[in-house]
C-alpha cells in the first residue's frame, strides 16, 4: 500500500498550508503561509514546491490564501477552489484557477479522486476535501462552525482526517476576544470547539479511522496541549494517533 506523507507547515489564524503527498501525488492545501517558510520546509525534506501537482484552497480568508501570489509563482500546477475564492487569487495566471463546485468529485490526476464538501463558516463558502488514492483516503475539515452528519459521512472511510480543534469554550469565553466575535466564533458559522473535535474523533474511530491531526488551534482561546487533551480524554481507551499541528511546523509525517 502506497504511503500517505503529511506536513502541516501552518495551521490557525496566522496562516494555513497543508502539504499532502497521496498516492506520490505532491499537492498542497491552502496558501496562507509565505513562500520562503513553505519553499524552506519542504526542502529540509526533499521536497520542492515546484513539483506539487495541484493546490486546493477550503475558502478565501486572508489565513489561508495571504501568500497565493508568490506560491503561484514558484509552482506550475492548477488552484482549485470554489468561485468565492477567485477573487483574493485573481491575479494568478487564469489558466491555472479551476473553479470546483462545492459537493462535486472528480478525477483532478489519474487515479487521485477528490471531492469537496460543504462546511459552515463565515457566511463565506467554505468546504473540506477527501483525497482517495490506491486505495488510501485522506481528509480535511477546517473553518466549520458546526459539525454534521453531511461532513462525517465525507469523512468516513479516512485513513487520516485533518480536523479543526479550534478554542475551548471556556477559555474563549473568559478570554480578550470582544463580546460580538465571542459570539461568531462559538456560533454554528464559527470554528470548532475542542469538544465538538473530540466527539467527532470519536465517532470517526468508530467507524475506523485511526489517525488524526488536529488543526486550527487558536493561539488565543486554546492551548495545544488543552486541544490535546481534550480529545485524549474522549477517546479514552481508544488505539488512536493523534497529532497536534501548531501553528508554525515541519514535521513530516507517514502514514
Ligand atoms: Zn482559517
Ligand atoms: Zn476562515
Known amino acids: 500500500m502506497s504511503s500517505i506523507n503529511i506536513i502541516p507547515i501552518g495551521s490557525g489564524s496566522t496562516g494555513n498550508c497543508i502539504y499532502l503527498e497521496i498516492g506520490a501525488y505532491p499537492l498542497l492545501i491552502d496558501m496562507g503561509i509565505g513562500y520562503r517558510r513553505v519553499r524552506d520546509v519542504l526542502q529540509k525534506h526533499g521536497r520542492d514546491l515546484s513539483d506539487v501537482k495541484a493546490i486546493f484552497l477550503t475558502h478565501g480568508h486572508y489565513d489561508h490564501v495571504k501568500a497565493a501570489p508568490a506560491i503561484a509563482n514558484h509552482s506550475a500546477c492548477n488552484i482549485y477552489c470554489d468561485e468565492s ?104 458559522f464559527g470554528h470548532l470547539s475542542n469538544d465538538d473535535c473530540a466527539d467527532t474523533v470519536l465517532r470517526l474511530y468508530q467507524e475506523g479511522t485511526k489517525h488524526f491531526l488536529l488543526a486550527h488551534v487558536s493561539l488565543i482561546n486554546n492551548t495545544f496541549e488543552i486541544a490535546y487533551q481534550t480529545v485524549k480524554d474522549r477517546t479514552e481507551g481508544c488505539d488512536l494517533d493523534l497529532y497536534v499541528c501548531k501553528d508554525e511546523g515541519d514535521d513530516l509525517l507517514t502514514y
Open 85 to 188: 475564492a477567485m477573487y483574493p487569487i485573481r491575479k494568478i495566471d487564469e489558466n491555472r484557477r479551476i473553479v470546483h463546485k462545492i459537493n462535486e468529485t472528480a478525477e483532478i490526476l489519474p487515479g487521485l479522486i477528490v471531492s469537496s464538501f460543504s462546511v459552515p463558516h463565515d457566511y463565506v463558502r467554505t468546504c473540506g476535501y477527501t483525497f482517495t488514492c490506491q486505495g488510501r483516503k485522506v481528509s480535511l475539515v477546517t473553518d466549520c462552525g458546526q459539525m454534521s452528519e453531511d461532513i462525517i459521512s465525507n469523512l468516513i472511510g479516512s485513513d487520516v482526517v485533518i480536523i479543526e480543534c479550534n478554542h475551548d469554550v471556556e477559555m474563549l469565553k473568559k478570554g480578550p476576544y470582544p463580546y460580538l466575535l465571542q459570539k461568531r466564533i462559538l456560533s454554528k
